[in-house]
């Protein structure tokens, strides 16, 4: 029912900054009410970035309070990360996610961030 296909992911210098991107496409019947951003870093499991519902009601890892910025344009059913100052303990796969009103998570396929030092 949605397909998300993120973008962005790059090796970045600390400091530097990035926004990743995830479009989804939907059926028409899929309603569409929160997306986000998940990461994986390497032999840890999954954690929670940032998160968005469709009227604008965000949620922050404490890890990245300050340095990210998540933002959904509803017209485009296109999610954005704006990440900033950002440091190796960041270096991770970053996987965006949606959910409908029937609760079903959605995820893509996940986009690289490595952060040197």
């Known amino acids: 029912q949605v397909h998300l296909v993120e973008s962005g992911g790059a090796l970045v210098q600390a400091g530097g900054s990035l926004r990743l991107s995830c479009v989804a496409s939907r059926s028409a019947s899929a309603k569409i009410t929160v997306m986000g951003w998940f990461r994986q870093p390497p032999g840890k499991q999954r954690e929670m970035v940032a998160t968005t519902t469709t009227n604008a009601y965000t949620d922050y890892a404490d890890s990245v309070k300050g340095r990210f910025t998540i933002s959904m344009d509803n017209a485009k059913d296109t999610v954005y990360l704006q990440m900033d100052s950002l440091k190796p303990g960041d270096t991770a796969v970053y996987l965006c996610?949606?959910?409908?009103?029937?609760?079903?998570?959605?995820w893509g396929q996940g986009t690289q961030v490595t952060v040197s030092s």
């Open positions: 996610y949606a959910s409908t009103s029937t609760g079903f998570p959605f």
